[in-house]
């Protein structure tokens, strides 16, 4: 089974959301695998 998560940011400004998954993962709960992303304007 696929699931697909829509992700918005406050003001747009995904920065810290992407500084924490450098620094940290991604932080998925376990038996979950990241497949790929992308990301539109």
Do not use: H
Not at 2 to 23: H, Q, S, T
Request: glycine share 8%; no cysteine.
């Amino acid at each position: 089974m696929l699931f697909m998560i829509i992700e918005r940011y406050k003001n747009r400004d995904a920065l810290a959301v992407y500084r924490r998954a450098r620094d940290q993962g991604r932080m998925m709960p376990e038996g979950l695998k990241y497949i790929g992303s992308w990301i539109e304007v």
